[in-house]
């Protein structure tokens, strides 16, 4: 077999694997970290779920979209994006989608995350899509401790990387993320007079896939 085949092959059942880690990514993992089931810190008391968007009630999908518009809706309307209310809607009830959502005591949702299980350019990855709180909620942690939620989820599984995309007017966004420790991504656009960026890609990587990794 000549190298280009044997090349070839050897791309085809890494692509393969990938997806079949993907699917797996797919079963509820989230039962498994028991410690991150609550979050009782800086004066909240909050437990935490993770569900697919199919089981969540319509109370609380309607919840989601009405608290990204509250916190984001600006942001899209200053970016080359604009904002497209129907085009959201459908973003965030596709089929692939998760929720990582906690509720108060009172048992009512007070922050999110929307994300998804990809393949990514080539890398199997955790795409955090939204991670919205409510006023009462930030600056308290939680933003944080969902991110390390999230983190575990893709890295025990094994996924490259936890990737997201931030605007570039959005300072507050941009040093959060930054200070968790997210970098730009190899994928994140690059401006140039031809055409110009407001957003930038940020991710962070599995130190563990890429310790010792031969896929190169």
């Known amino acids: ?25 797919n079963q509820d993992s989230f039962g498994e970290l028991v410690a991150f089931h609550k979050y009782s810190r800086n004066g909240l008391n909050s437990h935490l779920i993770c569900k697919r968007v199919s089981e969540l ?7 989601t979209f009405d608290l990204l518009k509250r916190n984001m809706q600006s942001m899209y309307i200053q970016s080359n ?23 108060n ?4 949702p007070i922050a999110y995350s929307h994300f998804q299980y990809d393949i ?21 942690g939680m933003g944080r401790f969902m991110l390390q939620i999230l983190e575990l ?5 094994g996924l490259e990387k936890v990737i997201l995309t931030v605007f570039l007017h959005n300072p507050a966004a941009r040093s959060f993320f930054r200070s968790v420790g997210y970098c730009i991504d190899e994928t994140s656009p690059v401006s ?7 957003y930038e890609i940020l991710s962070k990587h599995n130190k563990r896939k890429n310790v010792g990794s031969n896929e190169n």
């Not at 989820?153 to 599984?157: H, N, Q, R, T, W």
Request: with cysteine.
């Open 1 to 25: 077999m000549s190298p280009h085949h044997q090349n070839g092959k050897k791309m085809k059942s890494k692509d393969k694997a990938k997806k079949l880690v993907i699917k797996a990514c």
């Open 105 to 108: 005591e009172n048992e009512n």
């Open 192 to 198: 140039s007079i031809e055409e110009q960026f407001d």
């Open 120 to 140: 990514d350019y080539g890398a199997a990855v955790l795409y955090c899509y939204e991670l919205q709180l409510e006023p009462e909620c930030q600056r308290k």
């Open 153 to 157: 989820l893709a890295f025990k599984a």
């Open 81 to 103: 994006w604009g904002w497209d209310e129907d085009k959201k809607k459908v973003e965030m009830t596709d089929a692939n989608s998760w929720y990582l959502i906690a509720f």
């Open 57 to 63: 009630n319509d109370e609380t999908r309607i919840w």
